[in-house]
């Protein structure tokens, strides 16, 4: 069966022109090559700021299950991202809601039902209830889910390349992800110092615990840690582990964390050459730092 996206608009090129509420600004921004449709909070009011696409009339697919696919990034606090099918009754269904995390990408997947009579589709864009905050979404695909099961059981497509990376998959569906910054512990490598904008500062030294920065003073521009240098090669993101085992994951633009004011202790590091594997490592509930030899999940 031949696969088939029925989102008039996957790429966010401005095909579709998107809804946005009351205290919300709608756009298209290009980021790393891709394009986005982007909500911004202008004013936050009582409903949850919101920009969506919306399919209607001969757009609604047909009644069925469908898997929906989707880039989806939050900037100034978390976003979400949710889905929606009018019923005959003329209600609303929740098809999906996914939580954004600050600062991070995230890759969207989850089946949907569309009932008999569904009388719109909507695939909607959050940003947090913050003046200023963003949450943009791209590649968008709505496919069939019998299409997408036999897809996704059939291995690779010639007709869809991938950029070769180092990761392996093995029987049983084993993957091996490699570290590409050796060591990974932050107390054998040299200090790195955050960058700081005029108001603030910031030390760094290593202890027997790992890298120990401290940042003072306050800025609306804050504090950000590039990545470890020298940079492996094909490095695509960070990922650092704090001492309470927490993560702090590079953005989108330039890999770079933001650090907050205080004493923040990170003990490991790990470098990944596709940003996408940070998502699965995460939807699967993994670690997301590890030694540097391929790990195997």
Same mark, same amino acid.
């Given at each position: 069966?031949?696969?088939?996206?029925?989102?008039?608009?996957?790429?966010?090129?401005?095909?579709?022109?998107?809804? =946005?509420?009351?205290?919300?600004?709608? *756009?298209? #921004?290009?980021? %790393? !090559?891709?394009?986005?449709? @982007?909500?911004?909070?202008? &004013?936050?009011?009582?409903?949850?700021?919101? =920009?969506?696409?919306?399919?209607?009339? *001969?757009? #609604?697919?047909? %009644? !069925?299950?469908?898997?929906? @696919?989707?880039?989806?990034? &939050?900037?100034?606090?978390?976003?979400?991202?949710?889905?929606?099918?009018?019923?005959? *009754?003329?209600?609303?269904?929740?098809?999906?809601?996914?939580?954004?995390?600050?600062?991070?990408?995230?890759?969207?997947?989850?089946?949907?039902?569309?009932?008999?009579?569904?009388?719109?589709?909507?695939?909607?864009?959050?940003?947090?209830?913050?003046?200023?905050?963003?949450?943009?979404?791209?590649?968008?695909?709505?496919?069939?889910?019998?299409?997408?099961?036999?897809?996704?059981?059939?291995?690779?497509?010639?007709?869809?390349?991938?950029?070769?990376?180092?990761?392996?998959?093995?029987?049983?569906?084993?993957?091996?992800?490699?570290?590409?910054?050796?060591?990974?512990?932050?107390?054998?490598?040299?200090?790195?110092?955050?960058?700081?904008?005029?108001?603030?500062?910031?030390?760094?030294?290593?202890?027997?615990?790992?890298?120990?920065?401290?940042?003072?003073?306050?800025?609306?521009?804050?504090?950000?840690?590039?990545?470890?240098?020298?940079?492996?090669?094909?490095?695509?993101?960070?990922?650092?582990?704090?001492?309470?085992?927490?993560?702090?994951?590079?953005?989108?633009?330039?890999?770079?964390?933001?650090?907050?004011?205080?004493?923040?202790?990170?003990?490991?590091?790990?470098?990944?050459?596709?940003?996408?594997?940070?998502?699965?490592?995460?939807?699967?509930?993994?670690?997301?730092?590890?030694?540097?030899?391929?790990?195997?999940?």
């Amino acid at each position: 069966m031949r696969r088939r996206n029925i989102f008039p608009d996957p790429e966010c090129a401005g095909m579709m022109h998107p809804y =946005a509420n009351d205290g919300t600004r709608s *756009d298209f #921004v290009k980021n %790393e !090559g891709m394009m986005w449709m @982007r909500a911004t909070t202008t &004013a936050v009011g009582t409903q949850q700021n919101h =920009a969506q696409y919306s399919l209607t009339a *001969d757009r #609604v697919p047909a %009644e !069925g299950t469908y898997h929906v @696919r989707l880039l989806a990034h &939050a900037e100034g606090g978390d976003g979400m991202a949710r889905c929606y099918v009018r019923q005959p *009754d003329s209600t609303y269904l929740i098809c999906y809601t996914v939580n954004i995390p600050d600062g991070q990408t995230i890759v969207v997947e989850r089946a949907i039902g569309v009932p008999a009579g569904c009388g719109e589709l909507i695939v909607r864009i959050c940003p947090a209830a913050v003046v200023g905050a963003t949450a943009m979404m791209s590649r968008i695909s709505i496919e069939a889910a019998d299409t997408y099961e036999i897809a996704s059981g059939g291995g690779f497509r010639a007709s869809s390349p991938r950029r070769p990376r180092h990761t392996d998959l093995k029987a049983g569906g084993r993957v091996r992800i490699r570290n590409l910054y050796n060591p990974p512990t932050m107390k054998d490598r040299a200090p790195i110092v955050p960058w700081t904008p005029a108001g603030m500062t910031a030390s760094a030294k290593t202890t027997d615990e790992g890298l120990e920065i401290t940042v003072t003073g306050e800025s609306e521009r804050g504090c950000w840690l590039n990545p470890q240098k020298p940079q492996p090669y094909g490095l695509a993101n960070v990922v650092w582990q704090k001492k309470d085992g927490s993560y702090l994951i590079g953005i989108i633009k330039n890999m770079t964390v933001q650090m907050p004011v205080g004493v923040t202790v990170l003990t490991r590091l790990c470098g990944f050459d596709d940003r996408s594997l940070v998502t699965l490592l995460q939807n699967a509930g993994l670690p997301l730092v590890f030694a540097a030899s391929d790990h195997p999940y």
